[in-house]
């Protein structure tokens, strides 16, 4: 069975600080994908970042960057000097990387993680 | 640009009156995804067309229901609404290309509203 976890349910930060969105998972396969989604308050699902566990390179994008540590489980989402518009729900998730069934495409989202930025 | 359309955005109907939401896609994806996502929780898959076949998760309602007449096009169908099923409804699509499934791309959702 496959379980990922965001123990932070919601995040308050004053504009400018830097924040770490926290992901744990538990997964069987060896293989897998990580994502990163941010749902702002308009609704739609956004996609930020996927990660193949075979590559445990961080990486950066802007202000983003993420810290994948397979050996500890966990796929971490940091936001440097945040911006009122980085407020949202965000969405860590895990997925199966064979794609023998279509069932395989099947997410399993964590329970998202609120940031609130003020200004 | 290449995207996933839902209409509409806003969907206020009256509980037991049937009710159909609607999602195209530009980006020609054999896979389309209906979610359901309530406040405060993570979006929950109903089910997926991988090009005309037909998967349902396994407790899914049978109140819920889709169609996909075409690549583009994929309909939710909630037969009799109950007011549990007030949500926003996503619609995601991705490419199966061999074995290897591709990312998911989100519409802006349906939010509906069962009075």
């Known amino acids: 069975a496959q379980k990922v976890t965001q123990a932070q349910t919601e995040i308050s930060v004053v504009e400018k600080e830097d924040v770490t969105l926290d992901c744990v998972y538990e997964?069987?396969?060896?293989?897998?994908?990580l994502f990163w989604y941010k749902q702002p308050p308009s609704g739609e699902l956004v996609f930020l970042i996927r990660?193949?566990?075979?590559?445990?390179q961080n990486e950066i994008s802007g202000r983003y960057s993420w810290n994948f540590q397979k050996s500890t489980s966990s796929f971490n989402f940091t936001i440097t000097a945040s911006q009122v518009v980085d407020s949202a729900v965000y969405f860590c998730a895990l997925r199966r990387s064979d794609a023998g069934g279509t069932s395989y495409g099947k997410l399993t989202f964590g329970q998202g993680t609120i940031l609130t930025v003020h200004p | 640009d290449a995207m996933v359309i839902q209409n509409p955005r806003y969907q206020v109907t009256q509980f037991g009156k049937p009710v159909t939401l609607s999602c195209s896609q530009t980006?020609?994806?054999?896979?389309m995804y209906w979610y359901q996502q309530k406040s405060s929780q993570a979006p929950k898959l109903l089910f997926h067309?991988?090009?005309?076949?037909?998967?349902n998760e396994a407790d899914t309602p049978d109140n819920f229901q889709s169609r996909r007449p075409n690549t583009s096009f994929c309909f939710l169908d909630i037969r009799s609404p109950g007011l549990g099923d007030a949500a926003m409804y996503l619609c995601?699509?991705?490419?199966?290309?061999?074995?290897?499934?591709?990312?998911?791309?989100f519409g802006p959702g349906t939010r509906l509203l069962v009075l």
């Open positions: 997964t069987r396969d060896t293989t897998y994908y």
């Open positions: 990660r193949n566990s075979f590559d445990e």
């Open positions: 995601a699509t991705s490419n199966l290309v061999g074995r290897r499934q591709e990312t998911q791309y």
């Open positions: 067309y991988y090009d005309k076949d037909f998967n």
């Open positions: 980006l020609n994806h054999n896979v």
